[in-house]
């Protein structure tokens, strides 16, 4: 993914002088833009934030520094430093240039207070080379929603220090399996905090995909006895029925516009690539073959669709255009490749490969180079889905027994659980979120 030899740094100051009274920069300029092609994490000192909050005080500032140092953490630019006392850059009022003694880009350090079941957050993100500050605000909702404002917080340090979107307000819907064999569509946090369970159908719900501008979820259900396409609208809480053609009406895919919905139709009697235009609804078939074609995944051009079809006699990972013409075949190395999921960078698709031990997940260059094995066959590791940044991956996993949701770094690295019991699969993330 990030193959080049150099490492560039450009720091624009956008302004000569900076006025420091509970502004920032506008979140339509970049402070530090920075290009880095080897994945290497700049380093940014994290303080405790002051505040109080009566016997939870001590409670509320981990809150603050667990949160915010896990979500510069996952956004895959950062190495952060926990720092204890005060910021140099804060003794007695005066400015300290630290950059140079611990090789750190930028310190954060904040306070907070609580009042009416409401909690303010104050950070101060300070460029350590200079001294100027980039982030001096006040961030206010209530109590309950303070985990959301951290993540806020920490996609606006992201924005202004890198120019890219911060994925910490992201969601994740997945399926959650019960006792009794139903399944429902369910959605947490990107780190699995705030888990709901969203749906109530008491039947069988599978393959939740997310609208680009995340207000609904289209999945499929045998509510009606049918697997028939239904779609989640979570602003109203409601949910209609959008496809229901005899057969399978299953694993959509919302063009990145919001448009369309790629999905596998078998209507005709073989399960087939299809297109569903959202508004019109019309359907247009994309392949014509005796195999089985399924599991379609949009490239971010709007261009290209990867999917699954085993019409070599086995299943492979393909790509073709939108319009189903110039098919080739993506995968060669292993015999049963499913489940595409294409980047949001554009370069990559990640994919499922059967190994000796079940399923493992591997990622492809989309020009079918640069095969890359993530995972290391401890368990069955299927249902990759990519981080809107493209710097992650989530992914279902059997490694400690029962389905977990689990999520790593482009490379492999850092696999942790996100869920802990009972059985949940199929993972969908979701865009960035306001």
């Known amino acids: 993914m990030l193959s080049a030899k150099t490492f560039l740094l450009y720091i624009l100051i956008l302004l000569p002088g900076l006025p420091f009274a509970g502004e920032a920069f506008a979140q339509t300029d970049v402070y530090l833009r920075v290009y880095t092609k080897t994945f290497q994490r700049m380093e940014i000192d994290l303080y405790n934030f002051e505040g109080e909050y009566g016997p939870k005080t001590t409670e509320m500032i981990d809150l603050i520094n667990d949160v915010l140092s896990n979500d510069l953490w996952m956004s895959g630019y950062f190495k952060v430093n926990k720092k204890s006392g005060v910021p140099q850059n804060n003794r007695n009022g005066k400015k300290v240039e630290t950059r140079g ?20 957050i104050q950070p101060h993100l300070i460029d350590n080379a200079s001294g100027r500050t980039i982030i001096k605000l006040e961030y206010t909702n209530k109590i309950e929603n303070g985990r959301y404002l951290i993540h806020k917080i920490a996609d606006d340090i992201v924005y202004s220090l890198t120019g890219e979107k911060g994925m910490a307000r992201s969601k994740v819907a997945f399926v959650t399996e019960q006792s009794n064999g139903v399944k429902e569509i369910s959605v947490m946090d990107y780190d699995g905090h705030n888990r709901t369970t969203l749906t109530s159908d008491k039947s069988i719900n599978l393959s939740p995909a997310w609208s680009p501008d995340g207000t609904r979820i289209c999945y499929t259900s045998y509510k009606t006895g049918n697997p028939d396409l239904f779609v989640f609208n979570l602003r109203t809480n409601s949910q209609i029925r959008l496809s229901k053609q005899k057969g399978l009406n299953t694993a959509p895919a919302w063009s990145p516009d919001g448009s369309k919905i790629a999905l596998t139709l078998s209507k005709d009697g073989n399960a087939e690539i299809y297109i569903f235009e959202v508004e019109k609804k019309k359907i247009r078939r994309l392949t014509y073959n005796r195999a089985i074609d399924s599991s379609p995944t949009w490239s971010p051009s709007k261009r290209e669709l990867a999917f699954t079809s085993d019409r070599s006699g086995s299943p492979q990972i393909y790509i073709m255009d939108t319009d189903g013409v110039n098919v080739r075949r993506l995968t060669f190395a292993g015999g049963y490749n499913d489940s595409p999921s294409w980047s949001p960078r554009g370069d990559k698709i990640a994919f499922v490969s059967r190994t000796q031990s079940g399923f493992d ?33 989530i992914f279902s996993s059997t490694r400690s027994g029962n389905k977990r949701v689990y999520s790593m770094f482009w490379d492999g690295s850092d696999q942790k659980s996100l869920t802990s019991g009972g059985t949940n699969y199929s993972p969908a993330w979701s865009a960035q979120l306001k």
């Open 361 to 393: 997940i591997y990622t492809i260059d989309v020009t079918g180079e640069n095969q890359m094995r993530l995972t290391d066959s401890s368990g069955s590791n299927e249902d990759p889905s990519w981080s809107p940044n493209g710097f992650s991956l």
């Open 101 to 120: 003694s611990n090789g750190a880009l930028a310190q954060v350090s904040g306070s907070f207070s609580v009042a009416n079941n409401r909690i303010s």
